[in-house]
């Protein structure tokens, strides 16, 4: 006669789920050896020569896409990942659950009857039988009540329980699953692992498993306590629920086994790229179940921040004359406040400070160092003040909030025809007039685009539809001059990461001495309203470093008078300023205006506001441009000693290892 174990073999459901095992066995160690070793994988495999190349192959390709990839393919690679890795999950989780509930119908009811047993004179602390082999205990759910009495029947050549034992519910409620990562969880998976898989079950004995179990048992009673209500079930898992996940840490030592029914040596799902150490990446995507239907990247929090990384100076030490203000010493003060920064680099939170580390000091900086409110102003650009014009803006912001976008046009056009403005304010009507036509060949205004969505290319339809008019109309007309988008690296200074080589608008014009390259009067950076805080405060550090290196490159040819203008858009606030170098290392930024970009056409009027900012930044633009046409009065500036090198942008994360800790305790 054949067991009911043989005979389980046999059915549907038992193959199904072999095959899942075996499928997800292979999957998870051929992940695990082709990160590490891809051609030694199948040195001793009977597979064939060209399906090894194959996979080889593709492997490669995908490793090979992934490092030159950048964040937008990182993030799709590791959905793919984490799509695939759940649904793997899921899938044989669900099965492992059903071959549970179904293996435990089918156990003898001897073998149920010895499990209580067991388990009776565990709780009650009661010691086991030398000579008692006792079978594999099972663990019983709360809601299996009816199916236990169904299955405790008294039969003759046995010892049974009593009626109170039998009913006792402190039997019922032992958890069934526990999740992984606590060593509850691994006792119970093992135990269900030798009750589930018939290998298993062959290998070891019924006693040295119970054995095993009372030794177990015994040692975690005082820590843990058998007996569990459901009350404490549901906290226990809760709480071990919160402990999962916030384990962030990819680290392959601290990663458990999720399924104890592999054979073989299989390792926990987890993302390939874990094992991948390179520097240019500044997050990896974790493996945490997602509470939307989008992917959301987890970013590990770094141990350490190394910001003064480059060519930089460490020093603040002066040896020209200091920058005096009302009998203060300006010099001094900043070079103080900044030797108290280089000293706690690591730790530094405000994009003010992080700033100092190159000396470019903001308006925000030089108030909160000297007191003194008048070193910096809020703006350096007046108000309009021509009548005609104020009139004429007001009439077309009136129209244009009450009807449609073709009586707008029609009005706009009858009053360039008929608006009279004298010389002193022609160079601000200009920029208005060039700015509402690029405003009007839009048309974004009367219907303007969802910029609050996710949707890719969100930032390069926003920079097209409502930052490039406001661009075009301050510098799209300069004579010598290149509008550069995007696409087109930074060409002056230190080399610096590929990624922030790449502003997102530039006004470039060609060097005198053409083996300098190019020089840069204007450098923007743009975000969409969708963009984080930190994604600003990455712009807001990244942008005043550029003007500060092409400020440098400047003064490297032999230029004085130089300057450079930076616009930096954060959703729908601009700032504009301009650096320069005055005093012996400080660049000091100084703010040209800020202002609100126009979302619909019920915002005309603001026109009004956003004119003498883009005015200035364009007068100081033009006077740039006719200093570096000329040639150089020498080849080395009289402010050449007054600059300072430039540390990197990016900053280094170092993410502390096993080996880093270990070290750590020996020397201690």
Known sequence: MTSRTEKSKDRPWVQSINAGRKGAAYFLELENILTAHPAGYFENRDMNVDNQKAIVHEWKQWMTTFRGSKHKVLADLAQIQHKVERAVTQYLLGKVLIARKLDMMETSKAQLHDNEIEMTGLLKNVPLPVNNSLSVPLPLSSDKGKRRKKHSVHTDGQDTTSTQEAQDPALLDLPELAPAGTDASVASSSSS??????????????????????????????????????????????????????????????????????????????????????????????????????????LESPQRIVRLVGPGQESSSLSLDHWIFREQDVSQSLMKNRRELVKCHETLKTVHEILQLNFIFSREALVDVTREEELAPTTCCQPIECPSIALAITVLAFTAANDGCLATIKKWKNIQRSVQIDSENEGQWDTLQTMIDHLFITSTLWSPLNYTSKRKGNEDSFCVNVVRPFLTCAFGKLPDVKLRGNGDSFTCGDELDKELKFPDFSVTMECYNESFGENYLVIAEIKPPTASQKEFDDDFIKLPNLMKLALDHQMAQGYEDGTVVGVLVQGWKVLIFHMVLEHEAVYELRIIGQFRLISDHTQIAQTLLISPILTKAKELTERTRDVLRRRPASKISSKNRLRRPSYHITPIMIYRKEDDEASNQASE
């Open 193 to 298: 692992t030798a009750t589930t898989t018939p290998s298993e079950t062959d290998t070891f004995s019924s006693t040295e498993v119970a054995k095993e179990q009372a030794n177990s048992t015994s040692n975690s009673q005082e820590t843990q306590p058998l007996l569990v209500t459901s009350s404490q079930r549901r906290k226990r898992q809760l709480k071990e629920d919160v402990f999962t996940t916030s384990q962030q840490s990819p680290q392959p030592s601290e990663k458990k086994v999720r399924f104890g029914h592999f054979d073989g040596d299989a390792h926990a799902p987890g993302n390939p790229f874990d094992n991948f150490s390179d520097s240019s990446t500044s997050f990896r995507p974790g493996t945490t179940e997602d509470c939307s239907e989008e992917f959301s990247v987890i």
